[in-house]
């Protein structure tokens, strides 16, 4: 048995039986609040059916959605922070002759990081550093560096790291992987990391943390391969490269309420004079 009628100019099907689609229940719900009422004694205890149905249904689906609802973590928006360059340092650290090591640096250093302020694994980091600021305490010897025995900066101008994943490594530590790109080549490095550490107020409107980094890198890895041996078979410079990164990050403190120093100061003073 069954009815059709036209409404709104639709013309929906309404059958009898045992089984009752989810389109049924929808349909069954438009019939009802359309206002079609000439259904047979049958077709009337058919509708109570479905009715009946939609709102149990209804009734799970809210319960699921509320249980999923409190059972869901927080999830906390990560801070945008920028590279402080005049307290941020890229030291390397060589092996001259197999007797010696020599230490530079790279002084100038830019880029972005995002972090939570909980979770390490929520760090994010995009750094660039100017191959030609290397500084190693040497004018003649930071020429040779930047020419194409060595960075060849005038087709390699900079070096850049981008994350791609954070993980604990103990209490206060991480290791940070990501793409090194120096010398026109890219290669995944891992950064051990101590830090960050918890924020302060630098009382210049910005909000500050640091961390320490290092790794070891082989040069010839990215086609920085000059160098020879020694009369005694050592190497006149070290394939193995040690890096430490110093970084000071900042971002934007949030700004008080307008009036509300007063209201602390004015607060203040009343208990003050109460005592």
């Known amino acids: 048995m069954g009815l059709a009628r036209s409404i709104d100019g639709l013309t929906i099907p309404f059958k009898c039986g045992k089984h009752i689609s989810r389109n049924f229940c929808l349909l069954a719900t438009y019939v009802e609040v359309a206002g079609v009422v000439e259904l047979s004694a049958a077709q009337q205890e058919c509708f109570k059916e479905v009715t009946m149905l939609g709102s149990v249904r209804n009734a799970f689906i809210g319960t699921v959605a509320f249980g999923v609802m409190l059972g869901s973590p927080t999830v906390v928006q990560a801070a945008d922070y920028t590279l402080d360059p005049y307290h941020s340092k890229a030291e390397f650290s060589v092996r001259h002759m197999m007797i010696s090591n020599v230490s530079g640096e790279f002084a100038k250093v830019t880029g972005t990081a995002q972090y939570d302020g909980k979770d390490v694994k929520s760090i994010k980091v995009d750094a660039t550093i100017d191959a030609n600021s290397i500084d190693t305490g040497n004018e003649d010897r930071d020429k040779h560096l930047r020419n194409k025995d060595f960075f060849d900066t005038e087709k390699y101008p900079t070096i850049k790291f981008v994350s791609k994943s954070a993980k604990p ?107």
């Open 169 to 275: 490594a103990g209490k206060g530590q991480f290791k940070l992987t990501g793409d090194l790109t120096m010398h026109g080549v890219t290669k995944p490095v891992t950064l051990d990391v101590e830090g960050p550490t918890p924020e302060i107020n630098d009382k210049h409107g910005n909000m500050k943390l640091g961390a320490e980094a290092k790794t070891v890198i082989n040069r010839k890895d990215f086609g920085i391969s000059y160098g020879g041996l020694m009369d005694n078979g050592g190497a006149a410079v070290s394939d193995e490269v040690k890096i430490t990164l110093n970084i000071e990050l900042a971002r934007p403190a949030e700004k008080k309420a307008e009036g509300s120093d007063k209201k602390t100061e004015g607060a203040e003073k009343k208990a003050q004079a109460t005592k």
